[in-house]
């Protein structure tokens, strides 16, 4: 079916190789090259070498990627948690089910964007119904402004990601658990074992590479996050919720600082491909395998 | 019998299954409490849930507001679908080359693609930028088109290819038997039999186009006529005075398409899902 020197398979790769390279690979390869500039608005660019990146590392750029990894690990912990608990319940075999199914989805399924306004209005302070429904039940005692505060803003945007997050996460693992085989449960079942022992003991290892994979997904997904918290906060308040994504972009399109944003994309992308490959690495290595499921 | 719960599981699984709902439904349920309001109603304190001056103006007076809201809903759907058409021209016969041949570098393509997935649209920001303004092509739709499925591309395409790795080889043989020719094959032998396949890949794909077309929107397009409905709404958001009500009831109606699509289409999504479909 394949000959040597076949032109065939190249001429079917050629229109999704043509669109990567002009999207993705050449704006790659141009981060790179302007990263060493100090591209800006002005007419004439020169090449600077390293400076970019010294600056960056004498601003402070450490507390930027504290909180960006702090920002992830929490909004990916809970959206794998979660996600785990509400598969759980969407598989449970009770009445009402099919609903269930269908009103988990609408957070997934609206833009991002209108999903984020609609938080925004349930964070304010005076008006929202969060603040309102804590005054209500006395848990505080007057308005709380959740974008005022660095702790509570990035809390909020936490939330509010994980909101996001948690349908599409909570249906990758029913879709897992519904492709574990019904005679595990049955086998165990008839030698006694509890809902809760078959959860731990057939459920949950046999769920692991499916865990694992989401969480590497998820991880850079959220990694990767920019529209909630742009719209949410734009970055504060006083760069409280300013991740590595939201800095970068702030540097360059709203600074335009082309070359100091460019180094901090390439920080960014080199961090990724590092956490990837220690996160792949460890797979490999606990389960010996050679690798997750696909 | 196996799947019978006791009663106190039960009440554990729908206290379980309230308190989801609440938490994933509340903001819909308050933006639409919020735009029943009449404007000066909403800002109260204390705060109520129900109230009885409660009434549809917003949804009449965001008309005025918002005279562009039917266009920015049509600009979210064709954005969206020439998306998925565009990705899927590409995803499909790529998909096919790496599941049914061997070549140089086939390998390298597929991990190419593969860490592709790992880069996000925000970090090639500032060469994308440049790239749109001397092809021409900002404050275009196609300035939001192409970049949105280029980035779909990868993981289309791993989808893709695992559901030809399903289809047997033999269907080809036969047709080569035939005398077909292989453009034909794909064409007229493979593709009817990958349609379901070829579905949960556009369905995925046409969902992360819609939802996220906020980033080149905001870079990409100062025109107001070509918005999709985020940046639409984001500028009525940025005001001085935000008018809550109709903006609720603009994002409510403005949303309410694509909720009704995918009323119709769950039963494809779910089984989409189950084949290993992700998407942000």
Redesign the interface.
């Known amino acids: ?2 000959r040597r020197r ?1 032109l ?10 043509a ?2 390279l ?3 690979a ?3 390869a ?2 790179f090259r ?1 990263s060493f500039t100090d591209a800006s608005m002005k007419p004439v660019t020169t090449y600077v070498g390293f400076a970019n990146y010294a600056k960056i590392f004498r601003s402070g750029f450490e507390e930027i990627i504290g909180r960006t990894l702090l920002w992830a690990s929490l909004s990916v912990s809970l959206k794998i948690l979660l996600g785990l ?2 598969a759980v ?1 969407l598989n ?3 009445p ?1 089910r099919a609903l ?16 984020v ?6 964070y304010n302070g ?4 969060i ?3 804590l ?2 039940f006395g848990l505080i005692s007057e ?1 709380f402004e959740f974008m005022a505060y660095s702790t509570s803003s990035f809390i909020a945007t936490v939330v509010t990601d994980v ?1 996001i ?4 996460v909570s ?2 693992f ?2 897992a658990m ?2 574990i085989s019904k005679e595990l ?2 086998a165990a ?1 008839v030698d006694g074992a509890s ?1 809760l022992y078959r959860f731990r003991r057939v459920t949950l290892p046999l769920l692991l590479p499916s865990i694992a994979t ?1 969480a590497l ?1 998820s991880a ?2 959220t ?2 996050s ?2 909630i918290i ?2 949410l906060t734009e970055g504060g308040p006083r760069g409280a919720t300013t991740t590595m ?1 939201i800095d ?2 702030k540097t ?2 709203s600074r335009f600082r ?1 070359g100091e ?2 180094a901090r ?1 390439v920080l ?2 080199l961090f ?2 590092a956490f ?1 490959s220690v996160y792949v690495y460890l797979l490999l290595r606990l389960t010996r395998k050679g690798g997750t499921h ?1 | 019998m ?2 019978r ?1 006791r009663w106190y ?2 009440v554990l ?2 206290a ?2 309230l308190l ?2 609440i ?6 349920l ?2 639409f409490m ?1 735009s029943l309001r009449p404007l000066e109603m ?7 849930f129900f109230t009885d001056d409660m009434s549809v103006d917003a949804y009449v007076a965001m008309w005025s507001s918002v005279p562009d809201l039917p266009l920015y809903i049509f600009n ?1 759907f064709f954005i969206a679908v020439s998306v998925t058409v ?1 990705a899927l ?3 499909i ?2 998909a ?3 599941s ?4 140089f570098g ?1 390998d390298a ?1 597929l991990a190419a ?1 593969l ?17 749109m303004l001397s092809a021409g092509l900002l404050n275009t739709y196609l300035a939001m088109i ?2 949105g ?3 779909s ?2 993981t289309g ?2 989808l893709m290819r ?1 559901y030809f790795l399903r289809i047997p ?1 033999e269907l ?2 036969a047709a ?1 038997v035939d005398g077909a020719g ?1 453009l034909y094959t ?1 064409w007229r032998v493979i593709l009817p039999v990958s349609l379901p396949g070829i579905m949960v890949v556009a369905i995925t794909t046409f ?1 992360a186009a ?6 080149f929107a ?2 990409f397009n100062a025109v107001d006529e070509y918005n ?4 639409g ?2 500028q009525f ?1 940025g005001r001085e005075r935000v008018l ?1 009500n109709e ?2 009831a603009a ?1 409510l109606t ?2 309410l398409p ?2 009704l699509v ?2 119709f289409l ?1 039963r494809h ?2 089984a989409g ?4 479909a ?3």
């Not at chain 1, 065939?8 to 190789?17: E, T």
């Not at chain 2, 899902?273 to 290993?276: A, F, I, K, Y």
């Open positions: 079916m394949t076949d065939f398979p190249y001429l079917l790769l050629l229109p999704a190789l669109l990567t002009a999207i993705v050449w704006p790659l141009e981060t302007l608990l509400v319940l449970a075999a009770v009402g269930f199914r269908i009103l988990v989805m609408p957070p997934w399924i609206v833009p991002i964007a209108i999903g306004f609609m938080w925004s209005w349930m005076q008006f929202g119904m603040s309102g429904l005054q209500r308005p909101w997050g948690v349908p599409l249906l990758y029913l879709a519904q492709g449960y049955e079942w809902r989401m997904l850079i997904w990694f990767n920019f529209d742009w719209i994504i970068t972009y360059a399109i082309y944003g460019a994309a960014i992308l990724l491909s990837t696909d | 196996i799947d719960y599981e039960l699984i729908y379980g299954i989801t709902l938490f994933l439904l509340a903001p819909f308050e933006a919020v909403i800002f109260r304190i204390p705060y109520r979210s565009l021209a590409c995803i016969p790529a096919y080359a790496v049914r041949f061997t070549f086939r393509i693609f860490g592709i997935n790992m880069i996000g649209a925000a970090v090639l920001i500032i060469p994308l930028y440049k790239l192409i970049p499925a280029a980035f591309v990868p395409i791993f695992s080889r080809e043989e080569y292989r794909l969902i819609y939802a996220q077309q906020f980033l905001l870079t999709p409905l985020p940046m709404l984001y958001f809550w903006l609720m994002s403005g949303i694509v909720l995918y009323l769950q999504i779910v899902l189950t084949s290993g992700v998407k942000e």
